[in-house]
């Protein structure tokens, strides 16, 4: 009996995660119909009849939303679902918010009072989100790889610091030099993107320190205590928070930048001592210069004697109205349109534009809102999980970190939680630098989640890969 012989070729290849691109273009459809019914909403509470720019505003908002699909579609195909909706929910729903307060009566006649003719915030806030989309496909096109960035670790500091100082050269605005003022561009706050390129310090600097950084020479009530030379760092990123407070009165930077680095500290060491010492030292810090810096001395009197402004006719009342908005609003809120937010006058658009949220969409609105930004800083962080390199997970704590953190002081200053830190709560508030700002953020965010969920090219053929059975009879 004869034997035959069959030689069987099998081609090793990699089956990786589904891209999840439809998942994205599903989502993006409520993010973009959310916002239009919102829109709908507060043209019947005021006029009773549908806003004549609803149309426009769809169409708009869907087509910036359409590109930067199309756009992660072909360059960061692999990239986190749920982060381009996510802020394109809050860039909508900020956007009605501040054309809500254009509407009010009450605002025009303040500034009429007061000398100025009053501007309408929501068109330039739409067209700062058009430049934030356009530097969010930018980044997707460009940045191939976000390990690139780690070679630029010691130039994104130089540049960090420039932008972080260079507000001290320009006059002040409401007590707080944290703008700068350009003819013919009008105020730009450097902060905003001074937080994404340390971040981008932060990764690479700790990356290469981590395993210096972690050592500990005693152990003391639990905790390990790290060196003393060791300390060197955090020291420096503490005092440089602090001349950020005393020469710009800028609490919210000030946390901001102290809180990222300590947080990005403890994940690359995994020592719980760091975010102890890092408390302490900002708290301490804090109240330290609180008490001779007369900007700051004013936001925590205020903070914590909200509603003596009525009595002695100093002072600010702004806080004190934001928590008359939010009691008002119950638990449901009275309805789109239909609150008195305004009263809070200049700053309802920008500083205190949660009270708005509120006010009219009650404590239920108030969770969903925040529960959008938990997502957003939950998809950060699992992208830094499951990052492959070092420099990309840090990145990622980082830059979720930053975002997590102001919308943690804005949130808490406008509720009277922490004094009043100036900032601007991300996507909703009306401010060109902050949305921009955070669109490259989310930009980074996708490309760094699109390279850990990316397959692994496949190996190149070897000669085991012939596979030769023989058929016996």
């Known amino acids: 009996m004869s034997s035959a012989t069959t030689t069987a070729t099998t081609t090793i290849s990699t089956i990786g995660p589904p891209s999840r691109r439809n998942t994205e273009l599903a989502l993006l459809v409520f993010a973009v119909v959310i916002p239009c019914f919102a829109y709908a909403n507060v043209g019947l509470a005021l006029s009773n009849e549908m806003p004549s720019g609803m149309l426009g505003y769809g169409v708009g908002l869907g087509l910036l939303a359409g590109v930067g699909h199309l756009v992660v579609r072909k360059f960061a195909p692999y990239a986190d679902p749920l982060l381009l909706p996510l802020a394109t929910l809050l860039n909508g729903l900020g956007l009605v918010l501040i054309w809500r307060l254009d509407q009010s009566e009450r605002l025009a006649r303040t500034a009429k009072a007061q ?137 919210g930077t000030s946390l901001l930048f102290f809180g990222m680095f300590v947080v990005m500290l403890y994940v690359a ?19 330290v210069i609180g008490t001779f810096e ?39 809120g009275t309805g789109w349109g239909q609150g008195h937010s305004d009263l809070i ?74 004094p009043m830190t100036g900032m601007t709560m991300p996507f909703l508030a009306q401010g060109g630098s902050s949305v921009i700002a955070n669109w490259a953020l989310i930009a980074i965010l996708m490309k760094v989640s699109d390279t850990a969920r990316r397959p692994a090219p496949a190996p190149a053929p070897s000669p085991d890969a012939e596979m030769t059975q023989v058929v016996r009879p």
């Not at 507000?167 to 350009?182: M, R, V, Y």
């Not at 905790?223 to 800028?250: C, H, K, M, Q």
């Not at 010492?277 to 804090?286: D, E, K, Q, R």
């Open 345 to 418: 006058s200049f700053a309802a658009n920008s500083d205190f534009i949660f009270a708005t949220v509120g006010e009219e969409l009650g404590l239920a609105g108030t969770m969903a809102m925040l529960l959008i930004y938990g997502l957003i800083v939950e998809r950060g962080v699992r992208t830094a999980l499951a990052a492959r390199d070092p420099f990309g997970k840090l990145l990622a704590v980082g830059l979720s970190a930053a975002f997590a953190i102001q919308v943690f002081v804005v949130a808490g200053g406008v509720m009277g939680l922490i």
């Open 269 to 287: 060491t995994e020592r719980t001592s760091w975010i102890v010492f890092g408390l302490l030292m900002s708290v301490g810090g804090a109240a």
């Open 294 to 332: 007369p900007h700051v001395h004013v936001r925590v009197m205020a903070w914590l004697h909200p509603f003596d402004v009525f009595k002695t006719g100093q002072g600010t009342e702004q806080i004190a109205q934001s928590l008359f908005a939010f009691g008002s609003g119950g638990v449901f």
């Open 115 to 251: 000398g100025f003719t009053f501007q309408a915030s929501a068109p330039n806030q739409l067209l700062f989100s058009a430049i934030a989309i356009a530097l969010f496909v930018a980044v997707l096109i460009f940045l191939k790889d976000h390990r690139i960035l780690q070679r630029y670790t010691y130039i994104s500091m130089v540049v960090a610091l420039i932008l972080l100082v260079a507000p001290i050269f320009f006059p002040g605005k409401n007590g707080a030099k944290i703008w700068i003022t350009l003819p013919g561009l009008g105020s730009i706050q450097p902060g905003e993107f001074a937080k994404i390129i340390l971040a981008v310090f932060f990764a690479g600097y700790l990356m290469v320190k981590r395993d210096a950084l972690a050592l500990a020479s005693r152990r003391f009530m639990g905790l390990y205590l790290p060196r003393g030379r060791d300390l060197g760092p955090i020291i420096v990123v503490w005092v440089l928070s602090l001349l950020i407070l005393v020469f710009e009165t800028d609490l």
